[in-house]
């Protein structure tokens, strides 16, 4: 349903909701550091003070600008491995389903706000550290699945846990580099990403196929 937003505009949005979509627009093009609340109120076409009525600053927005890149995937790993256990399926078939889910959550990311992840400040700044705090127990969630899908593989032909994981969560995150180059992410890209990640981990293709055909059904039920 449509509403009166400021300045007679319509929109769709709430409007927080709105103050967080035009902020992830102006700080991919601008940068953060250029960005000051007053530039955020002017492009929503409100006052600055309302603007504060839903957040207490531009960290604030910048910081659930990354959690919404972020969380919706970690919120639902647990979903994942209990409704895997019911099936029976292996940490081939949970990979496939957590890159396919986090490769979503990346794409529906407002203005492609998964590059802000990427901002220097977000690395510098102590209030961006409950970003980084998840960022890490996904990267955890991706070592896991991958240490256990590529046991029973010569030592000398498998990467350490540590880099395993962050080789799996590079993988999936190129697509914000896709997005920034204007290309849609489709079902065939989130199947080219998540058998990617399978080769990494030394599946062979059989069993990526066979991760693929089980994960649909999964992915199926998770969004029943």
């Known amino acids: 349903m449509l509403r009166q937003a400021a300045g007679g505009r319509l929109s769709r949005m709430e409007p927080r909701e709105e103050i967080l979509d035009i902020a992830a627009g102006l700080f991919v093009d601008r940068g953060f550091a250029a960005t000051s609340t007053r530039d955020i109120a002017e492009a929503v076409g409100i006052r600055q003070a309302s603007l504060y009525f839903h957040f207490a600053n531009k960290e604030e927005i910048l910081g659930e600008l990354l959690q919404r890149s972020i969380r919706p995937t970690l919120d639902r790993i647990e979903k994942i ?3 895997a256990a019911e099936a029976g399926a292996g940490p081939d ?3 496939h389903v957590l890159v396919v889910l ?11 706000a998964g590059v802000l992840s990427r901002l220097p400040e977000v690395q510098r700044k102590d209030v961006f550290e409950p970003f980084g705090s998840a960022r890490n127990e996904l990267r955890d969630a991706y070592a896991r699945l991958g240490t256990q899908i590529t046991a029973g593989h010569a030592a000398a032909m498998t990467p350490d846990r540590d880099l395993l994981g962050t080789l799996l969560l590079q993988l999936v995150e190129v697509v914000i580099g896709m997005r920034s180059h204007g290309h849609r992410i489709t079902p065939a890209v989130e199947a080219i990403v998540a058998a990617s990640c399978l080769r ?3 599946a062979d293709q059989a069993r990526i196929d066979e991760a ?6 999964l992915i199926g039920s998770l969004e029943a």
Do not use: H, Q, W
């Not at 986090?102 to 492609?112: G, H, I, K, Q, S």
């Not at 693929?212 to 059904?217: E, F, M, N």
């Open 200 to 202: 990494v981990c030394l």
């Open 102 to 112: 986090d490769v979503r959550t990346l794409a529906a990311a407002p203005r492609n």
């Open 81 to 83: 491995e209990s409704l």
């Open 212 to 217: 693929a055909d089980r994960a649909s059904d």
């Open 93 to 95: 078939v949970l990979l």
